[in-house]
């Protein structure tokens, strides 16, 4: 998808529901904003899409320059979801 003059990548992510989903969205929103921020990078938009069952489900819409970023971006994203989930597990 396009987005003015920016690739526009939706990337869906399934994480466990045993922590409360807006406490973990909240959490990887503001690690992936200091990520991004770190490498001059436009951090993506994330959204909860949905609950099924045991999971949540969220949206993250990241927004590229160029397309060979996009593996980087996926690694931070993966990676702060982790992070928060496990801070949260912790508690």
Do not use: C
Not at 24 to 29: I, Y
Not at 45 to 56: L, V
């Amino acid at each position: 998808m396009r987005e003015e003059d920016k690739l526009v990548y939706p990337y869906q992510l399934t994480v466990n529901a045993d922590v409360p989903g807006n406490v973990l969205m909240e959490r990887v929103r503001n690690i992936i904003e200091d990520e991004f921020k770190g490498i001059k990078a436009q951090p993506p938009d994330i959204s909860f899409y949905s609950k099924n069952g045991s999971t949540n489900v969220f949206l993250v819409s990241i927004k590229l320059d160029e397309i060979k970023n996009l593996n980087h971006y996926l690694s931070i994203i993966n990676q702060s979801f982790e992070k928060a989930y496990w801070e949260l597990k912790g508690k």
